[in-house]
């Protein structure tokens, strides 16, 4: 049964960063494109960036340019670097195999950008 366990969210200013960890256990997870989602009320989750197993990244238009996703194979995590955060970023924040999810979702991490 895989876990994702994921953290590193708060409250940040607009112009702001953040660097949201998470952890995977229970896969093998060095075989699978990860990826960074998130999801606000009322809106289905969105997938904002993916990196693959050879660490091939790619990022939603919204975010291209600010987030950076990272992975280490070796500690199974993947991470997504947060930079000139927006008010419109403000989301809960969720790490899953990319662009197929698994069942299970950890129980994410909540981002909120505002002054």
């Known amino acids: 049964q895989v876990q994702l366990v994921e953290s590193g969210g708060g409250l940040v200013q607009p112009g702001g960063s953040l660097r949201l960890s998470c952890v995977v256990s229970?896969?093998?997870?060095?075989?699978?494109?990860m990826g960074w989602y998130r999801q606000t009320p009322g809106n289905q989750r969105e997938l904002v960036a993916r990196?693959?197993?050879?660490?091939?990244?790619t990022s939603a238009d919204s975010v291209k340019g600010r987030f950076t996703i990272f992975r280490d194979n070796a500690k199974n995590t993947v991470d997504l670097q947060m930079n000139s955060l927006k008010p419109e970023d403000t989301a809960i924040y969720y790490c899953?195999?990319?662009?197929?999810?698994?069942?299970?979702w950890g129980q994410g991490t909540q981002v909120t950008v505002s002054s």
């Open positions: 899953n195999r990319a662009p197929v999810p698994f069942s299970t």
């Open positions: 990196i693959t197993t050879s660490k091939l990244s």
């Open positions: 229970g896969s093998t997870f060095s075989a699978y494109t």
